[in-house]
């Protein structure tokens, strides 16, 4: 039998706090208040055990140790007093995935119409695996891939199928 193409496995969880807001008002109030640069679109900015990546025009997503989930949160509702904006903690309705190997990207891109090897060292691109909405973004050694929880034993099942060799899962 073949090598799989990559390693399925499932995280801890972290921290998660996704933030609406207009970005070109509110960034310097949320940059300081998350302690992180803005990123740019479709990147990530990174700092420590903290996260801070774009996954679209109005929206933010956190990462941090789960124990700093509440300080952050209302860290930035103080920041973002006065402007039209959500701050959120998603730390429970998110499942996480890391695919590593040296067939990651080739096993992701049977799910999803990304071209992984263009994706940069801080790109985070928000995508559907099948029919999972999802955020994927490098990791060491191949790439995580963030998900709704609801749906974590499909998503599992599908990246463990997109990792055997020989699978063809989404039409070429």
């Known amino acids: 039998m073949a090598e799989a193409l990559a390693t399925i496995t499932e995280i801890a969880t972290p921290g998660m706090i996704q933030i609406r807001a207009d970005l ?19 990147r990530f900015s990174a700092a420590g055990d903290r996260w801070l990546g774009w996954m679209s025009p109005d929206e933010l997503l956190l ?16 920041a973002l007093t006065g402007e039209h904006a959500l701050v959120l903690d998603v730390s429970d309705m998110r499942a996480g995935f890391d ?10 891109a049977k799910l ?11 790109g985070v691109r928000r995508t559907r695996l099948a029919q999972v909405s ?13 998900g709704f929880r609801s749906v ?21």
């Open 152 to 172: 974590a034993d499909y998503m599992r099942g599908l990246l463990q199928g997109a990792a055997r060799p020989g699978t063809t899962l989404a039409p070429r």
């Open 112 to 122: 999803a119409p990304v071209d992984f090897a263009r994706l940069a060292g801080d």
């Open 99 to 108: 695919v590593i190997g040296n067939g990651a990207g080739e096993a992701l």
């Open 24 to 42: 070109d008002r509110a960034g310097d109030a949320i940059a300081e208040a998350a302690g992180l640069a803005i990123p740019a679109q479709t």
């Open 134 to 146: 999802c955020a994927i973004w490098p990791v060491g050694g191949g790439y995580r891939v963030v």
């Open 63 to 78: 990462i941090l140790p789960r124990a700093d989930v509440a300080e952050a949160v209302a860290a930035l509702n103080d």
